[in-house]
């Protein structure tokens, strides 16, 4: 089966657009985090989807950051207004049902922001 | 809080060393779970391993394994005649089953290591 998906791979925009970045989970995968990775860094946690439950934001790092996802399927993560320090890898994955299970990663979207 | 502390920020090896890779968490539940992961060049993490705070078994795979010791609160991972490929930015990581931390990783810094032929 395939894996995690995400697009696009690389994104360049200017300062103040506004991005979207997308990501699709492994089939049956009911639980989805984005983590952003700064070059040379770990990741930091952003947001955690479980199934229809409220999604975990306690990780956006401003209000400028939001994401959204349909059902068990598809998210997006939406930078508003994006700044130079958001410039990073945005890295996705998915896991079975509980928030213990092993996550896995898709390949990322390299942002810069110019 | 919890916290994963990877000390090493850089390992260089020769081929067919051995390198053990330090990993220290912190955390006041007793319901925990250990990860190792690895970044090779090409950016996407590789699952390597996951283990569970009730389970201080050592384990091996092929010349990977991993030594989990809950009294120094250490999961530390030792390649064993390491090669080239070996290179990579390995992270250790952490996640909760209950409380505020439930369900992301709290990854350390990373260590990146380099084998040299």
């Known amino acids: 089966g395939a894996g995690v998906s995400q697009s696009p791979s690389n994104k360049v925009t200017e300062k103040g657009k506004d991005v979207e970045l997308r990501c699709d989970p492994i089939s049956g995968h009911t639980a989805l985090y984005w983590y952003r990775q700064r070059l040379g860094q770990g990741l930091e946690f952003l947001i955690y989807f479980q199934g229809n439950s409220a999604p975990d934001k306690s990780g956006l790092p401003s209000d400028r950051f939001s994401a959204e996802r349909t059902g068990e399927s598809v998210s997006t993560l939406t930078i508003q207004r994006t700044q130079q320090e958001d410039s990073a890898v945005y890295l996705c994955a998915s896991s079975t049902v509980s928030g213990t299970e092993t996550q896995y990663f898709g390949p990322g979207t390299r942002l810069l922001v110019l | 809080a919890q916290k994963v502390t990877q000390a090493q920020t850089e390992i260089s090896v020769v081929e067919k060393e051995d390198v053990t890779l330090d990993c220290v968490y912190e955390?006041?539940?007793?319901?925990?779970?250990l990860f190792w992961y690895k970044q090779p060049p090409s950016g996407e993490l590789v699952f390597l391993i996951r283990r569970n705070s009730f389970d201080e078994q050592n384990e091996i795979s092929g010349r990977y394994s991993w030594n989990f010791q809950k009294s120094t609160s250490s999961f530390n991972f030792t390649i064993t005649a390491s090669q080239v490929v070996d290179s990579a930015v390995y992270f250790c990581?952490?996640?909760?089953?209950?409380?505020?931390?439930?369900?992301?990783?709290?990854f350390g810094k990373g260590t990146k290591l380099s084998v040299k032929p």
């Open positions: 990581a952490l996640t909760l089953l209950y409380g505020g931390s439930q369900g992301n990783l709290i």
């Open positions: 955390t006041r539940d007793t319901t925990y779970y």
